[in-house]
């Protein structure tokens, strides 16, 4: 009780030291002499200002337009309202609602919106907000630059009636959210629908998409309908000085920080911001806005005793004794000869002793039972994660010498030397992948998921120990996993060169790779996926192919990895009814309406690999035009008008053989077939890549026996409804929009 008691006083003194502050900061100045401090209700500190003059002169961006085109002041920044402006970086705005509405009909509403902020240098908030899209017919995009490069992300809804919806909860029944990632800037924001909202128009007409706080959001189905009247809804940007670091910044000209202030770098993007340094107070923007603070006005800012005086200096402050008194550090005594008693000498030493071993005793004591909580918490970890269930399952397996390992926490910390940011080597949906080094020297791949669904612990442990089994060259080695942890590692052999993808999107790679390896590549990768569809001891289907989850290694071999989605399918199976999950641009439109997973869903996945091969062009590009956005619709409207060689790769037209080129053009249009029973098998695929590889270059035999049945695969429409990207009513790929926003392989 006693130590409550403390902590309540600890707490109301910290709240009465926050009231006293916030009331002494009214009076330090907080804009530039003979400038307005404020725009109606909002206070407005430099480095922004209201007139020429008045904010930071080397960006327009802190300049608040103090409108009073409502009757009343209204400060504007670009074109939003502003409500707050904190000197520790923040400012709290009005974004507008993203909104896509439609008549009964289906007929698009006029007052569909696409937001943007115009203000270019300042970054969205991380901590304050998250991205959300409302609606039960509905998929958003976030778009904007981060690291200076274009970036997108987004999520779904769907609900095909209100009796399924769930208030508070926004999981993707009828509301979904993702968190903003850091650093992001410029953006865009847009909702669309996927049927028009025809099955749902009665209870939800429209599609809405927002940037939202945390803490000013709870989804209720109401939402459904009264979002169309909120055009707009509050949203936090964080703002900084410039672009260079503290250090950069303190040699140049135009360094703000002012006196007594401290300076750190933006934890949000790039710029620095300034902060007073503790004992003083103000606007540390202003040449001398950090003003001292006098704790002995106040009695909750000090220490002082009754008998001692309190004498203010810069920056802190120091007690005094009162008349002839002195301090020795708990009270004030006389200043006269103190009688010698050795009794009191010894009751002090005894006293300091006493206190020391209690001391002593009380950390160790802190210690132990910090230490037992740690290991009952690792104990409650490990069996919360199947921990029992795995032991269980690698003792049967003695005999065996592909058992996955159980690794402690301690072991993949040491790994990673914590967990060092320098040693993240990929990250994406599921986790951050981390470089380590085992205690027997050999290098992994230490994957943190993000989150993991307790009801499907059997699952995880079961894939666990089959993954852990699977001895191919070209499948990613799982050497086992940690338990201890509240959501379980899994380690993985590391491979060295990266992804296919980098090698055929990055500039400075894309020549290191010629079509010859390609082929070898796209092969062996078929190979791998053969492997699992149908030589595994337990069937599995990988639903997440693409170039960046295969990897290579030091000789450009070929490694498929990343089997976060993957589902186990028991033998007696060909398809399994799951959750639609994947990543945007290779995902089987046929997997994506009727949620039927089969092996013919990698096999569409593949058949995207497979042109990005040929083409050097990303799954989905935003920057391109539409009809070019989908590489799929892109690459089969290609095909149809026998314009192959115009949008094949240039380092590949130039080397690949011409007819070869056309087989495996071939080969991959079959495998993109809409229905899934009309693909080939992922052995079919593999057979073939495997005797295109044999057939040495310019020695085709019989090629012109077949050549009339090649042109006519070439030209066939394949339902041309369906792919004609001009038709904007009809098929999966009629536009880029048309497609569900699971992952996107950009934000990686």
């Not at 802190?366 to 269930?389: A, H, P, T």
């Not at 007696?572 to 092996?599: C, F, K, N, R």
């Amino acid at each position: 009780m006693g130590f409550h008691s403390m902590l309540v006083q600890v707490t109301w003194v910290g709240v009465m030291l926050t009231t006293i502050m916030a009331a002494a900061a009214v009076a330090y100045p907080l804009a530039l002499p003979n400038c307005s401090d404020s725009c109606g209700d909002v206070k407005i500190p430099y480095p922004f200002g209201t007139t020429e003059g008045c904010y930071r002169k080397e960006s327009r961006d802190f300049f608040i337009n103090c409108s009073n085109s409502y009757g009343q002041p209204q400060p504007m920044t670009g074109n939003l309202n502003v409500t707050n402006i904190s000197i520790e970086g923040e400012m709290d705005v009005l974004m507008y609602n993203a909104i896509d509405c439609y008549n009964q009909s289906g007929t698009p509403l006029e007052i569909n919106t696409k937001p943007r902020l115009s203000v270019p240098s300042f970054t969205v908030s991380i901590t304050k907000n998250k991205f959300v899209a409302v609606g039960c017919d509905t998929y958003a995009y976030l778009n904007g630059i981060l690291n200076d490069e274009p970036f997108s992300i987004g999520c779904l809804s769907k609900c095909n009636n209100a009796h399924n919806i769930v208030n508070g909860n926004c999981s993707g029944i009828g509301c979904c959210q993702i968190d903003i990632p850091e650093g992001l800037k410029k953006i865009d924001f847009a909702a669309y629908s996927f049927d028009r909202h025809k099955y749902v128009w009665s209870f939800n007409p429209c599609s809405f998409a927002f940037i939202i706080q945390r803490d000013k959001f709870n989804f209720s189905s109401a939402y459904l309908t009264s979002l169309q009247n909120n055009r707009t809804l509050p949203m936090v940007l964080d703002w900084a000085i410039g672009s260079e670091t503290c250090e950069v910044a303190r040699n140049k000209g135009n360094y703000i920080c002012g006196a007594n202030s401290n300076c750190s770098d933006h934890n949000n993007g790039s710029g620095y911001r300034c902060n007073c340094k503790q004992g003083y107070e103000g606007n540390p923007y202003l040449k001398d806005g950090c003003q001292d603070i006098n704790e002995c006005v106040y009695k909750d800012l000090n220490n002082c005793k009754s008998n001692q005086d309190c004498i203010n200096e810069p920056g802190s402050y120091r007690c005094s004794c009162i008349g002839g008194y002195h301090p020795d550090g708990e009270a004030c005594v006389a200043d006269q000869p103190a009688p010698k008693s050795s009794l009191a000498i010894n009751l002090t030493v005894g006293a300091g002793i006493g206190f020391i071993v209690m001391f002593v005793c009380c950390s160790w004591l802190y210690l132990i039972i910090k230490q037992r909580n740690l290991i009952k918490l690792k104990e409650k970890f490990f069996k919360q994660n199947g921990g029992l269930v795995l032991q269980y399952q690698l003792s049967r397996q003695e005999n065996s010498t592909e058992t996955a390992k159980i690794f402690t926490i301690e072991e993949l910390k040491k790994a990673t030397n914590n967990y060092d940011e320098t040693l993240i080597i990929g990250q994406g949906g599921f986790g951050t992948v981390y470089k380590g080094l085992l205690s027997d020297n050999r290098f992994v791949a230490i994957k943190k998921s993000k989150m993991m669904d307790q009801s499907q612990i059997e699952q995880f442990i079961n894939e666990v120990v089959v993954l852990s089994q699977i001895n191919h060259r070209n499948v990613v080695k799982l050497l086992g996993c940690c338990l201890e942890t509240s959501v379980p590692l899994l380690v993985y052999e590391f491979v060295p060169n990266g992804t296919l993808f980098e090698y055929i999107h990055n500039e400075s790679k894309v020549s290191t790779l010629s079509w010859e390896i390609c082929l070898r590549i796209a092969t062996e990768t078929a190979e791998a996926l053969s492997y699992l569809h149908s030589a595994a001891s337990t069937p599995i289907i990988h639903r997440d192919v693409k170039s960046s989850n295969i990897l290579l290694d030091s000789s450009y071999t070929a490694k498929v990895s990343d089997f976060g989605a993957s589902r186990l399918i028991p033998l007696d199976q060909t398809e399994v009814a799951t959750m639609v999950q994947g990543t945007i641009g290779y995902l089987d439109p046929e997997y994506l309406h009727t949620s039927q997973l089969t092996e013919k869903s990698d096999v569409y996945s593949f058949g995207v690999v497979l042109i990005e091969l040929l083409t050097g062009r990303k799954a989905l590009s935003f920057d391109k035009p539409e009809v070019e956005r989908s590489l799929v619709t892109y690459f089969l409207l290609s095909l149809k008008e026998n314009r192959l060689f115009e949008v094949l790769g240039k380092h590949i037209a130039k080397e690949g053989n011409a007819e070869q080129l056309k087989e495996v053009a071939i080969l991959a249009k079959k495998c993109l077939k809409l229905k899934g029973e009309d693909r080939p098998t992922m052995k079919e695929v593999a057979t073939e890549l495997e005797g295109l590889r044999k057939m040495e270059k310019h020695s085709w035999v019989n090629f012109d026996s077949n050549s009339d049945e090649i042109e006519h695969l070439l030209a066939e429409t394949s339902n041309s409804s369906n792919y004609d990207v001009r038709n904007k009513s009809t098929g999966v790929y009629d536009s880029v929009k048309d497609h569900v926003i699971l992952d996107f392989d950009n934000g990686r």
